[in-house]
Nanobody, 123 residues
Framework: QVQLVESGGGLVQAGDSLRLSCAAS????????LGWFRQAPGKEREFVVS????????VYADSMDGRVTISRDNAKNTVYLQMNSLKPEDTAVYYC????????????????WGQGTQVTVSS
């Protein structure tokens, strides 16, 4: 059974940095890509970034303006999302998801989802 558990969200001020974690279990990691999405109040869920577990290849959404970095820790089966220079418009629930696609960047390519972690950025 695939489980994805996000953590690290919270309330921060504009300009701060935050690192989210996604602990994954129940998957053969080399066959999956893991991604991050976010959903702001009243908006659709949008893609942020993904990483292919086998070789670390990444896909970033243009909308993040280079302010995020995804990484993985093989020993801990964990994916991280480092977010810098946070803005109030980054306020959203951030979701981790797993996909069998090679470089997934749309929601329908993902099969498993975590419960999400709230990030709130105050001005």
């Amino acid at each position: 059974q695939v489980q994805l558990v996000e953590s690290g969200g919270g309330l921060v001020q504009a300009g701060d940095s935050l690192r989210l974690s996604c602990a994954a279990s129940g998957v053969t990691f080399t066959k999956y890509s893991l991604g991050w999405f976010r959903q702001a109040p009243g908006k659709e869920r949008e893609f942020v970034v993904s990483i292919r577990w086998s070789d670390g290849s990444t896909v970033y959404a243009d909308s993040m303006d280079g302010r995020v970095t995804i990484s993985r820790d093989n020993a801990k089966n964990t994916v991280y999302l480092q977010m810098n220079s946070l803005k109030p418009e980054d306020t959203a629930v951030y979701y981790c998801a797993a996909s069998t696609y090679s470089s997934p960047y749309v929601e329908k390519q993902y099969d498993y989802w975590g419960q999400g972690t709230q990030v709130t950025v105050s001005s």
